[in-house]
């Protein structure tokens, strides 16, 4: 891709949209003879953290022969 084509789909480098360029990043390569008509993305939310319980078995052990 050339410095042209990138500054025409996610701005200047000076103040890039980044919602275009997660678009990029997200969507598939173009497909030769097709023209993309509309994308949406949406937020979704993260999944929940994973808790510990008994920390007294989750010790590191590195640095330790």
Same mark, same amino acid.
């Given at each position: 891709?050339?410095? &042209? &084509? %990138?500054?025409?789909?996610? !701005? +200047?480098? &000076?103040? +890039?949209?980044?919602?275009?360029? /997660?678009?990029?990043?997200?969507? #598939?390569?173009?497909? #030769? !003879? @097709? *023209?993309?008509?509309?994308?949406? /993305?949406?937020?979704? &939310?993260? +999944? #929940? /953290?994973?808790?510990?319980? !008994?920390?007294?078995? @989750?010790?590191? *052990? %590195? !640095?330790?022969?």
């Amino acid at each position: 891709m050339s410095y &042209e &084509e %990138v500054d025409e789909l996610i !701005g +200047p480098i &000076e103040d +890039p949209s980044i919602a275009d360029c /997660l678009m990029v990043l997200a969507l #598939p390569d173009r497909i #030769p !003879g @097709c *023209t993309r008509l509309d994308v949406a /993305l949406q937020a979704s &939310e993260s +999944p #929940p /953290l994973a808790t510990v319980s !008994g920390t007294d078995s @989750c010790r590191s *052990t %590195v !640095g330790q022969a």
